[in-house]
């Protein structure tokens, strides 16, 4: 009876990509891999809140293959459409120097807001997000 799965996972911090002018950002990744509706909550969710929604990463053939890679993809592979809210990777990403005295507290605050907004829309709508879009599967490089 899963409807859609929300995976936040490393979102308090800044990557490489981002600097001081552009960091009110999160990668969006796999919002739209499956369902339009999944995708539209998204950016319904983002309404007041302002964040630079990035999506370079919402695409199958993303090299750094960030879709098939986190907790989110267990759920798509079933066809649940699913969205990972990331922060991209940064000197200490996956390492031990990874603690919190390096969150930063208010991209964290307003990225789980849109976390939550999204988790709001999809629990108050009429219907289930429709996959209306063929899963994508990993290639075998």
């Known amino acids: 009876n899963t409807i859609a799965n929300v995976n936040i996972d490393m979102i308090g911090r800044v990557d490489y990509e981002h600097n001081e002018k552009t960091r009110d950002f999160v990668y969006v990744i796999g919002s739209e891999m499956l369902s339009s509706d999944l995708h539209k909550a998204v950016l319904a969710a ?9 999506m370079r990463y919402n695409t199958p053939d993303d090299p750094n293959r960030f879709y098939y890679r986190s907790d989110h993809y267990n759920f798509a592979k079933h066809n649940i459409p699913s969205v990972f809210f990331f922060n991209g990777v940064h000197d200490d990403y996956h390492k031990p120097g990874d603690t919190p005295d390096k969150i ?11 976390a939550f907004n999204t988790i709001w829309i999809l629990a108050n709508a009429e219907n289930r997000p ?3 879009k063929e899963s994508p599967m990993p290639s075998t490089r």
């Open 46 to 54: 983002n309404d007041g809140l302002g964040i630079d929604l990035d």
């Open 130 to 132: 429709v996959v209306d």
């Open 104 to 114: 930063e507290y208010d991209l964290l605050t307003r990225r789980t807001k849109l």
